[in-house]
């Protein structure tokens, strides 16, 4: 281990990372803002040199190092690599070998006050012919070592190892990665519910956890199963619910929807008497839920309150509203009758109405329990969201996949807006973070571009939260195997990025766009990260790393495995009697 001397000589400090002769690469041959090339002297290392390695280069400041990461390595008497208007690769064709290197930061042995402390950025580039060398064995070690030990130990998230190396661990700073948004990517079987599960689980230690998963397909049942659950659950209702309902079950009545969210639903654009059946749906909406204050005696919420405001109202007497409307007679001249004003226009729009009302599908919203028709019933809900009671867990799995697809992005932008809606009108001292965790995002979140009426206003909602949300302490994660179908807008304010192995260009692209110019050579990587091998980049973390995730324990690996479709075809014969059930759970929409 070396040392730092100070100006008069005297010894201040080792200095942990401790560079011999043999460690030397070579020198500085070329430097511009992006980008370094570095010609290699010691020609013994050129076989231990990899694509991805860190190198440390001097600066003018003996206690300065920069930190670089090597994107590409080339042996000398290259014929033919000169490729079209790149004059750094013209220069590394010669009799030499070169390395080029993008700075990632700066390590300070001395630092003010601090000692070992790496920095993002650049203070001061490196001179034409400063030493280079490379960053292995116990220098590696302290260095990852190093990244890490400024989070303090109750903010710190570990998430699995380093690739470079696995006997450091991948430390986040926790606060960094849930308060300014995060992102897990990758393509499908690549490990994303694995890392889900396993951020869920480090996350579950800490005393008032609050995190909602909104789960499309059921993956997440089994943290909240077992005899150590560490997730409470519920399940949007479905068709089996509405006679018979369970404390886990969650309705979400069609009055928590604001005007634009229903008539997405209802309302046909293309109809000549739209205008006419927008107009009297929201004067009849507003008027049923005037009445409902009145009954509850809301004086004072009823000088302030609109027709969005979540206050219960019964959707068939707004339907009798509706047909008085469309068949009352107009009075002429002289008493005689005529057609009336609005007779006749609202009478598809009524019939599209009773059709979702009928459809046991859509149960959850338009055929709500008594109770959820209490005006006291909202405020119980999101207590149990995002409050804490008796024996319940902060992590809440909310499982959507009996929820039709073409609502899918309504009732998730509806849900999420209640609860930021909540979180923002709340009393700043009193509030408490939470994270939605949007996993499938590309089913409910898709490029604005490609969205249609009912998708655009989930986006809105959701797009709120990614630009608002950190104000208020609301951040989201979305998961998604194809990034390039996500809204742009939301994937952009994700300052941190888990990133498992994408081969899809277009998703590729999409990630490239998101990193800074001196990272895009690293997702070159991703085609051929392993299961549950990722990228890390973001404030959370100080260097950009390939981490090898931790797994879940046993009893709570997400149901999302891949099946082995070879040894099961050898050993498993298919279940007759398990497809007949299956028909009658397909005609009764219901699996139990």
């Given at each position: 281990m070396g040392f730092t001397r100070n100006d008069k000589g005297g010894i201040l400090m080792a200095n942990l990372l401790d560079f011999k002769e043999n460690d030397m690469l070579g020198r500085v041959t070329h430097v511009d803002t992006e980008q370094i090339i570095i010609e290699i002297e010691n020609a013994t290392v050129m076989n231990k040199i990899c694509v991805g390695n860190l190198v440390a280069i001097e600066t003018a400041k003996q206690h300065e190092k920069l930190i670089a990461l090597i994107d590409k390595v080339t042996r000398k008497y290259i014929d033919n690599y000169v490729e079209e208007d790149d004059e750094i690769d013209e220069m590394m064709v010669s009799s030499a070998d070169y390395i080029k290197v993008s700075i990632i930061g700066t390590y300070h042995s001395v630092y003010g006050s601090a000692h070992d402390l790496f920095k993002r950025g650049v203070e001061i580039f490196p001179q034409i012919e400063s030493k280079c060398y490379g960053i292995s064995g116990q220098n590696l070690q302290n260095f990852m070592n190093i990244l890490g030990k400024d989070i303090d130990a109750d903010k710190r998230l570990k998430i699995g190892s380093f690739m470079m190396d696995t006997a450091a661990d991948a430390v986040l700073d926790g606060n960094k990665f849930f308060q300014r948004h995060a992102a897990v990517l990758g393509s499908t079987g690549s490990g994303k519910s694995w890392c889900i599960a396993n951020i869920l689980e480090k996350a579950s230690v800490l005393k008032y956890t609050n995190i909602i998963v909104f789960d499309m397909h059921g993956e997440y049942k089994s943290l909240a199963e077992g005899s150590e659950p560490i997730a409470q659950r519920f399940r949007i209702a479905g068709p089996g619910d509405l006679e018979v309902t369970k404390p886990d079950v969650l309705f979400l009545p069609y009055w928590l929807l604001n005007r634009e969210e229903l008539l997405s639903m209802i309302l046909d654009r293309s109809d000549s008497n739209?205008?006419?059946?927008?107009?009297?749906?929201?004067?009849?909406?507003?008027?049923?839920?005037?009445?409902?204050?009145?009954?509850?005696?809301?004086?004072?919420?009823?000088?302030?309150?609109?027709?969005?405001?979540?206050?219960?109202?019964?959707?068939?007497?707004?339907?009798?509203?509706?047909?008085?409307?469309?068949?009352?007679?107009?009075?002429?001249?002289?008493?005689?009758?005529?057609?009336?004003?609005?007779?006749?226009?609202?009478?598809?729009?009524?019939?599209?109405?009773?059709?979702?009302?009928?459809?046991?599908?859509?149960?959850?919203?338009?055929?709500?329990?008594?109770?959820?028709?209490?005006?006291?019933?909202?405020?119980?809900?999101?207590?149990?969201?995002?409050?804490?009671?008796?024996?319940?867990?902060?992590?809440?799995?909310?499982?959507?996949?009996?929820?039709?697809?073409?609502?899918?992005?309504?009732?998730?932008?509806?849900?999420?807006?209640?609860?930021?809606?909540?979180?923002?009108?709340?009393?700043?001292?009193?509030?408490?973070?939470?994270?939605?965790?949007?996993?499938?995002?590309?089913?409910?979140?898709?490029?604005?571009?490609?969205?249609?009426?009912?998708?655009?206003?989930?986006?809105?909602?959701?797009?709120?939260?990614?630009?608002?949300?950190?104000?208020?302490?609301?951040?989201?994660?979305?998961?998604?195997?194809?990034?390039?179908?996500?809204?742009?807008?939301?994937?952009?304010?994700?300052?941190?990025?888990?990133?498992?192995?994408?081969?899809?260009?277009?998703?590729?692209?999409?990630?490239?766009?998101?990193?800074?110019?001196?990272?895009?050579?690293?997702?070159?990587?991703?085609?051929?990260?392993?299961?549950?091998?990722?990228?890390?980049?973001?404030?959370?973390?100080?260097?950009?790393?390939?981490?090898?995730?931790?797994?879940?324990?046993?009893?709570?690996?997400?149901?999302?495995?891949?099946?082995?479709?070879?040894?099961?075809?050898?050993?498993?014969?298919?279940?007759?009697?398990?497809?007949?059930?299956?028909?009658?759970?397909?005609?009764?929409?219901?699996?139990?």
């Open positions: 739209a205008p006419n059946q927008a107009s009297r749906f929201t004067l009849h909406i507003r008027n049923l839920k005037e009445e409902t204050l009145k009954r509850e005696g809301k004086t004072d919420t009823l000088k302030t309150f609109t027709v969005d405001s979540p206050i219960p109202f019964l959707i068939n007497d707004l339907i009798q509203q509706l047909i008085i409307d469309d068949t009352t007679k107009g009075v002429g001249k002289n008493g005689a009758t005529v057609k009336g004003e609005w007779e006749g226009k609202l009478t598809r729009f009524i019939s599209r109405l009773e059709t979702k009302i009928g459809d046991k599908t859509y149960g959850f919203m338009f055929q709500p329990t008594d109770e959820a028709q209490k005006y006291d019933w909202l405020g119980e809900v999101l207590c149990r969201l995002l409050g804490y009671a008796d024996g319940e867990k902060g992590i809440k799995i909310i499982d959507f996949s009996e929820v039709p697809s073409d609502v899918l992005p309504v009732v998730t932008g509806t849900l999420a807006r209640l609860l930021y809606d909540v979180q923002f009108w709340m009393n700043p001292e009193k509030r408490t973070p939470f994270t939605i965790i949007c996993d499938e995002a590309h089913l409910y979140l898709p490029v604005k571009e490609d969205a249609d009426s009912v998708q655009k206003q989930a986006l809105y909602n959701f797009e709120r939260i990614a630009k608002e949300g950190r104000k208020y302490g609301v951040s989201i994660l979305p998961v998604s195997q194809r990034p390039a179908d996500v809204s742009k807008t939301i994937l952009s304010q994700c300052n941190n990025f888990i990133v498992l192995r994408l081969t899809n260009e277009r998703d590729k692209g999409v990630i490239k766009n998101l990193l800074p110019d001196a990272l895009k050579s690293t997702i070159e990587f991703l085609p051929l990260l392993d299961v549950g091998e990722a990228l890390v980049v973001g404030d959370a973390i100080l260097l950009p790393s390939k981490i090898v995730l931790d797994k879940p324990s046993d009893a709570h690996k997400p149901i999302s495995a891949t099946r082995n479709f070879w040894d099961e075809w050898d050993n498993k014969e298919p279940d007759n009697d398990a497809i007949i059930e299956a028909i009658e759970a397909l005609r009764k929409q219901c699996r139990v």
